[in-house]
């Protein structure tokens, strides 16, 4: 036994889903959303702390330590190509279509300098207190 539906039956059901949105949770929602977001502009207004030139600089990931040495190996072969975007593109692509095995060297060195950061970050915490 198989159960259809009439043309009838969607039409209703697409009625339902068309009310107005002062009866929708939704609709009550996004007023919200809006008084919210005025408050947020008066905010932007006060600075901020600076920040401590310091501090160390948070290790790249293995996808950006793989893209180092890309970008080096993708100039050589593209010398015309001078956009950014096209050599994060490239090597977006290229980190996608490798395996785990190929990607494992620069995990690991991404693994390394993050426990570098670590030991920095100690050291630099210890100095701030």
């Known amino acids: 036994m198989k159960v259809t539906r009439g043309k009838g039956a969607v039409k ?3 009625n339902e889903v068309v009310k107005p949105v002062e009866d929708r949770a939704a609709g009550k ?3 919200v ?4 977001r005025s408050s947020n502009k008066r905010t932007k207004n006060v ?9 160390p600089k948070r290790p790249p990931s293995a996808f950006f330590v793989f893209l180092e040495e890309f970008r080096k190996v993708y100039k050589q072969e593209h010398p ?6 096209a050599v994060g593109k490239a090597g977006g692509e290229k ?3 490798l395996t785990d095995a190929e990607k494992a060297p620069f995990e690991a060195k991404a693994a ?3 426990l570098d950061y ?3 970050m100690t050291a630099y915490n210890k100095k701030q207190y």
């Open 80 to 85: 015309n190509v001078k956009a950014v975007s």
């Open 33 to 36: 959303l809006k008084a919210s």
């Open 95 to 97: 980190w996608k279509s």
């Open 112 to 114: 390394k300098r993050k």
């Open 12 to 14: 209703k059901d697409k």
């Open 29 to 31: 929602r996004k007023a």
């Open 118 to 120: 670590e030991k920095l």
């Open 47 to 55: 600075k901020s702390a600076k920040k401590d030139p310091n501090k």
